[in-house]
């Protein structure tokens, strides 16, 4: 069974950095794109970034470009958000997701549809 484990969330204050680790079990995701999430209170889950089965292309939400980075280790079997200089209306449930579909190399899905495997999700708090 596929399982998809999101880590290292928590309570931060504005400025400060935290990495979510997205851990998978059951498989390995190395030929498909993988993507971070979020979701606030009352709002619609977001796109955050996202990167490419090649690892070649990454994709970001404008909201956190230049902040957020995403990677993978070698083994494709973890991928991590860096989040760095936090902000309060980064505040959200984050998830990660995987896209079980064969695509090319340098497709970054971009909507939640387009996933096929979800994260529990893990709670990102920042303090102003």
């Known amino acids: 069974q596929v399982q998809l484990v999101e880590s290292g969330g928590g309570l931060v204050q504005a400025g400060g950095s935290l990495r979510l680790s997205c851990a998978a079990s059951g498989r390995t995701f190395s030929s498909y794109p993988m993507g971070w999430f979020r979701q606030a209170p009352g709002k619609e889950r977001e796109f955050v970034a996202g990167?490419?089965?090649?690892?070649?292309?990454?994709y970001y939400a404008d909201s956190v470009k230049g902040r957020f980075t995403i990677s993978e280790d070698n083994a494709r079997i973890t991928v991590y958000l860096q989040m760095n200089s936090l902000k309060p209306e980064d505040t959200a449930v984050y998830y990660c997701?995987?896209?079980?579909?064969?695509?090319?190399?340098?497709?970054?899905?971009?909507?939640?549809?387009?996933?096929?495997?979800w994260g529990q999700g893990t709670q990102v708090t920042v303090s102003s």
């Open positions: 990167i490419s089965w090649s690892g070649s292309s990454t």
């Open positions: 997701a995987a896209d079980d579909t064969l695509l090319s190399s340098d497709y970054v899905p971009l909507e939640p549809y387009e996933y096929d495997y």
